[in-house]
């Protein structure tokens, strides 16, 4: 029974494993799942911190430029030949001025020369888009207002290649002994914005500069000129000083846009970089297709290792029980030898001893016996020694059937006849017991070995008459199945009959069953039978008769074999 035990728990291991599998693959499917949305966020924040950084970079570079600007407007303004010129009417020197620093200065689209009532005196380089008078600006009102730079104003400007440019103007007055001479006018362009955006690995960006109204001051060659920026939450937020990153729905012709916005200190503007998010998320979208791949192919590979987890399991279990059961077996089967050698052993010693009783007293020289007395103990003699025979032909027939060292005679015979020799076989062991023949009047052929045959009737016969009570008789009938063409053979007792769940049992090697009680036996003669009868490639069994009102009616054993017809000869 400890033996067993295992095998009996483990039948819930088959649930905890295949539990363990599915938590693995739920974990892993629920693994894959959060690694993809993390990449997928990540995806995102770098776009979006990509946006950032460059809208932060370019606020930098617009700075730092405008810081040269005031610069070279300060030098202007403080450069006392400038104003001196002016103040002398010497316009020829004056424009050198001009065209040297327009020059000097990469960044300075255009700077012209106003006098202090607003008219133009001269333009670098020259062009019909500034003003002749320039009284009414903004930033000339500023300047006669205060003593300070003009800045931020925009204006558009035709180049001399003939492009119209959106650029930032600035202004400064002209002193000479702290007198106002004039007034100085520049244009000022931002550099290449779209070589800005491909150093920054952002072509296909747009970049916006946009001033206090929000109005373009310039931009890449991709962006939309006809965007208007307020009201935007990026340029609310890039006026607020404030440099981030966000996403619109709204932005760009209905298409989600991942947009970074910046704050320009000097000048008070802002900068804005919008790219679509297809644009923004395709350089990592590659990693993520291969993030997904990998999380699917981890998921299959745990599914995988999963089912081979259980089918590994199922074949050491099988094994398992396999070896438990053939433990079993081999327990079941040395109790049995056990049991049977304890059951020779007595089957044995009894009629020995008879024997001996009997052979002994009737030797003894002092003692005279009576003529029935003296034939009364032969027949005990006889008795024993059939007794001693039968354990001892079971032992060999066993023993020449398991070393497949006998070989069936077949021959054609009445099984009629062959159940009247194993009667007068059974004689002595019969004595006054009743035996009910059945038989038909035509012979029973069979092709068998007649000696085998008859060993097996002899074997159930002895096992109904050991048990049942020796008043009750013994039923022996043959006859032929009309359906299969078998010849049948039943034994009938009027014992206990055999437990139901023993019908197959009781045809095994030295079992013995429950019902035995003290009858002797070695638990090889139904062993034996069936071996005979499948050789022949019969059939053996056994069920019970119950009586109407449900007593026990005893045991009926029976055995088919192969009818033999004589026509076919």
Known sequence: MNILQPAKSSRFVPSAVVFLGLLILGSSIIYAWLALDTAYRLQLRSALDQNRYAAEICARLIDDQWNDLQSVLTQLETRSTLGTDLSKRDFESVRREIQYSVDLVPALEFAAVYQTDGTLLY?????????????????????????????GTTQQIQSQNGEIRDLASAAARIVANG???????????????????????????????????GRIIDCSRRADR?????????????MAKKSGSRTSDRWYQGQTTDIGYSYVKSPGWAVVIARSELQARAPTK?????????????????????????????????????LAAQNEALIQSERLKTDFLANVSHDLRTPLA???????????????????????????????????????????????????????????????????????????????????????????????????????????????LKYSTPDTPINLSGSIDTTTGAAILHVRDFGPGVPADETEQIFEKFYRSCTAGTVGGTGLGLAICKSIILAHGGAIGVHN?????????????????????LSTE
């Open 545 to 565: 008769w119950a009586s109407p009102d449900g007593i026990p009616g005893g045991a009926e054993f029976w055995i088919t074999l192969p009818a033999y017809n």
């Open 286 to 322: 590659s990693l993520l297709l291969r993030l997904t791949m990998l999380g699917f192919l981890a998921v299959a590979v745990l599914g995988l290792g999963t089912l081979t987890l259980l089918q590994q399991y199922r074949a050491q279990n099988q094994i398992a029980r396999a």
């Open 354 to 464: 008879a024997v001996q009783i009997s052979v002994s007293s009737m030797i003894d020289p002092d003692v005279t016996w009576e003529q029935d007395t003296f034939r009364e103990n032969l027949r005990m003699a006889e008795e024993g020694l059939d007794q001693i025979s039968s354990r001892v032909r079971n032992l060999l027939e066993m023993s020449r059937l398991e070393a497949h060292m006998w070989k069936l005679n077949l021959q054609v015979s009445d099984l009629t006849d062959i159940a009247g020799a194993a009667l007068e076989q059974m004689r002595t062991l019969i004595g006054t017991r009743p035996i009910l023949l059945t038989f038909p009047d035509t012979p029973l052929f069979v092709e068998c070995d007649p000696v085998q045959i008859e060993t097996v009737i002899v074997n159930i016969l002895e096992n109904a």
């Open 226 to 238: 006809n965007i208007k920026f307020v009201g935007y939450p990026s340029f609310e937020l890039a």
């Open 179 to 213: 007198k106002c001479e004039g007034y100085l006018l520049t244009y000022y362009r931002f550099g290449e914005l779209d070589r800005w955006l491909a150093d920054l690995g952002l072509s296909e960006a747009m970049l916006y500069i946009l001033d206090t109204h």
């Open 123 to 151: 333009a670098y380089p020259s062009t019909n888009m500034v003003p002749k008078n320039a009284s009414k600006s903004l930033w000339f009102q500023k300047l006669r207002t205060a003593n300070h730079f003009a800045l």
